[in-house]
């Protein structure tokens, strides 16, 4: 039971409130009549008391559930009676309800009947989250350059605290300074100017003004943040540059004016010359040892001109003169020598000119590397986009592309890059897919490198 003492005259002669059994809709409505009854027959200070002693916000409060009661049409109450309320309904939760506008008032009941039969129960926090569904944000001021809405008006009299009758001036004065029958905020400004309103009071509050000191401290310390994430950045880039060196050395991949890295010019050098001198002209070896074989017999002439003996080793025969066989003069060996390197020469040119031949019909696309240069495509977020396709990468199975926009290097799997060869086309083939079709060789970095660490030996 909550006892509320009342009349100025008496306090311990107040009269208790209605009995507490359940906080409902109807308890507070019961409160709120008991509370306006009282309030006539009290003064100022004993009102003040009497609030005091009652609770000050629970009796403002059930005294406005009573006001907006009384406000609600025969119709209304009949429904909100019926409606299927929770046996304990707190008091923010009645005062949520209170805040649904009229027009809006049938229709949040229906959902709570909704709700209800859905569920099979309607808890007080549906109540209150049903209801604030249906809640207007009120406006807290005028926006200029907009048509004057119900809510303006409505904003322009809860700001001065004017009746219907002491609003209609203001509306008048504003639809003679509008230039058609459309009345804006501005018009409704001017008016409450003229005729004597503060016109602030229904206007956003003007943002804070700052001194001169305030803008060169604020100014300062701007430019101080900057300054230090700036240095910051700075710092950031160079490790990140350190650290891009450290793993092309590792990776041996700081590229040259040809595109190439130290490793891949050794080892190109090295199989260049192992393919001249073995693979494409190996036959010259045979003629050589035989020019070789010439300059044996060539030696053993002399000596036995100069001991009369003439026997010799050259490692394929070893032929003993005797005397009776016609000896082989110097001149003679030298002609022989001649024709035959002739001979070895005119070998290796049908050699070079059948390989050219040859080149006429079939793709000069061997490897990997002589892809290099061609125009490619790389995936990236925004799709793909247009470049470059550089060397291999270390890993063995990704490749460098050189990106169009900023001829910058990434490093992509075979399988995320496409290329477009001249000798097949103008289309995009899958790197990993050419590769496969075509039987490219594909180098592995880490046995070259390996190689090379022989070859220093």
């Not at 305030?214 to 950045?233: C, F, G, I, N, P």
């Not at 080793?313 to 003679?332: L, R």
Request: hydrophobic letters at 35%; proline letters at 4%.
């Amino acid at each position: 039971m909550i006892i509320h003492q009342t009349d100025s005259q008496s306090v311990s002669e107040i009269a208790a409130a209605p009995p507490c059994t359940h906080r409902s809709l109807t308890y507070y409505l019961s409160c709120g009549e008991y509370f306006a009854a009282q309030k006539p027959s009290l003064t100022k200070d004993a009102w003040k008391e009497f609030k005091a002693r009652s609770g000050g916000s629970f009796t403002d409060n059930c005294l406005k559930i009573h006001r907006w009661w009384g406000s609600l049409s025969e119709h209304l109450q009949h429904e909100l009676e019926n409606s299927p309320f929770p046996s304990y309904l707190p008091l923010n939760g009645t005062l949520n309800l209170v805040k649904v506008p009229i027009e809006s008032l049938s229709e949040c009941l229906k959902r709570f009947r909704d709700s209800l039969s859905e569920e099979g129960d309607l808890p007080a926090k549906n109540v209150s989250a049903i209801a604030k569904l249906f809640h207007i944000k009120r406006k807290t001021y005028l926006v200029l350059e907009e048509i004057m809405t119900l809510d303006d008006w409505g904003l322009i009299a809860r700001k001065f605290k004017l009746n219907p009758e002491s609003l209609a001036p203001i509306q008048q004065r504003a639809q003679q300074l509008a230039l058609h029958e459309t009345v804006f905020t501005d018009q409704a400004v001017q008016a409450l100017s003229e005729l004597g309103y503060h016109p602030l009071r229904v206007l956003p509050k003007p943002k804070k003004k700052f001194t001169e000191r305030d803008l060169t401290a604020k100014v300062d310390e701007s430019v101080e943040s900057y300054r230090q994430e700036k240095e910051y950045w700075q710092q950031e880039c160079v490790k990140l540059q350190q650290r891009i060196e450290e793993l092309q050395m590792l990776e041996g991949r700081e590229l040259n004016g040809n595109g190439s890295s130290p490793d891949e010019r050794v080892v190109d050098d090295f199989v260049a010359m192992y393919a001249e001198e073995v693979g494409e002209v190996g036959h010259s070896l045979e003629a050589k040892s035989e020019i070789a074989l010439l300059e044996s017999r060539e030696r053993a002439i002399a000596q036995e001109e100069n001991t009369g003996n003439y026997n010799y080793t050259p490692g394929y025969s070893n032929p003993t003169f005797t005397g009776e066989e016609p000896i082989i003069g110097h001149e003679e060996i030298r002609l022989k020598q001649k024709s035959e390197g002739d001979s070895v020469k005119e070998e290796t040119q049908e050699v070079d000119l059948a390989k050219k031949v040859a080149g006429t019909s079939e793709s000069s696309i061997a490897s990997l590397k002589d892809l290099k240069g061609c125009s490619a495509i790389a995936l990236f977020d925004k799709g793909w986009q247009p470049g470059e396709l550089m060397g291999q990468n270390g890993s063995g199975r990704t490749v460098w592309f050189k990106k169009a926009e900023n001829n910058k290097l990434y490093s992509y799997p075979f399988n995320q890059v496409q290329v477009q060869v001249p000798e097949y086309g103008d289309r995009y083939y899958l790197l990993s897919e050419f590769i496969e079709e075509q039987h490219l060789k594909v180098e592995d970095k880490k046995n070259q490198r390996g190689f090379l660490d022989l070859l220093s030996k």
